[in-house]
């Protein structure tokens, strides 16, 4: 299973990005599919994540601000960033919780982040 990130970029203070991940590979079943983002000096922090029942999980700190969702395929996620601030500055990843056939247990899957620059 591979993982393509895109959509990262600079943008101001106040701006919007709208990040991508289209992964493929043959999947037995996905059970999730997220958005982590980590900072210079920082752990690796969820961002938000969505299930394949449209079940959505937020940071509180991109509450109201961010939003998940998956095209009908459910093999791109999306991740619309609204009102960035200078703290959203990170480099952007996306993961899927999925199983490789559906009898084995679940895997993890990561793409290879998207750098996200917001100048104040």
């Known amino acids: 299973v591979q993982l393509q990130a895109s959509g990262g970029g600079l943008v101001q203070a106040g701006g919007a990005l709208r990040l991508s991940c289209s992964f493929s590979g043959r999947l037995g079943s996905i059970d999730v599919m997220a958005w982590y983002r980590q900072a210079p000096g920082r752990q690796r922090e969820l961002v938000a994540d969505i299930t394949t029942g449209d079940r959505t999980n937020y940071a509180d700190s991109v509450k109201g601000r961010f939003a998940i969702s998956t095209n009908n395929a459910l093999n791109t996620v999306y991740l619309q960033m609204n009102s960035l601030k200078p703290e959203d500055t990170a480099v952007y990843y996306c993961?899927?919780?999925?199983?490789?056939?559906?009898?084995?247990?679940?895997?993890?899957?990561w793409g290879q982040g998207t750098q996200v620059t917001v100048s104040s």
């Open positions: 993961q899927l919780r999925a199983r490789p056939h559906l009898l084995a247990p679940p895997a993890t899957y």
